[in-house]
């Protein structure tokens, strides 16, 4: 078992505030095999490139600020509190337009969070 409380990402310091920052929750050092999580922390104007899992099914919680979601061409406003779900072989990509900071959790299947990882396009 592992117990988070989102009010200890919320302070979670990035260690270069102008980059993009992603940092492993959920670990097979956790007794976790199939199930993987990270802190993603994207300063304003930052963007995550479109891609695809050919396998990982993610879930991401928006815990602060704002940023678009982008989903087969689709973009989804994420806020403070919103979760989204993404299914292996979805198109999507990250992208924070706003002036603050976005944070966010994500949980998935098939980790570690740099496998399986196909890059399209930077958004």
């Excluded at 994207?42 to 963007?47: N, Q, V």
């Excluded at 990509?93 to 399209?120: H, V």
């Amino acid at each position: 078992m592992k117990h988070f409380k989102t009010s200890q990402f919320l302070s979670t310091e990035n260690p270069n505030p102008r980059e993009r920052y992603r940092v492993e929750i959920l670990t097979s050092e956790h007794s976790f095999k199939d199930l993987g999580g990270l802190l993603g922390v994207l300063p304003a104007g930052c963007s995550i490139p479109y891609h695809f899992h050919k396998e990982r099914e993610s879930v991401l919680m928006a815990l602060s600020g704002e940023a678009i979601e982008i989903v087969e061409g689709e973009e989804l406003r994420l806020r403070e509190g919103d979760v989204i779900c993404i299914s292996a072989g979805e198109m999507h990509g990250l992208k924070n337009t706003s002036n603050k900071e976005f944070r966010y959790i994500e949980f998935f299947t098939y980790p570690p969070a740099s496998a399986d990882f196909i890059e399209l396009k930077s958004l």
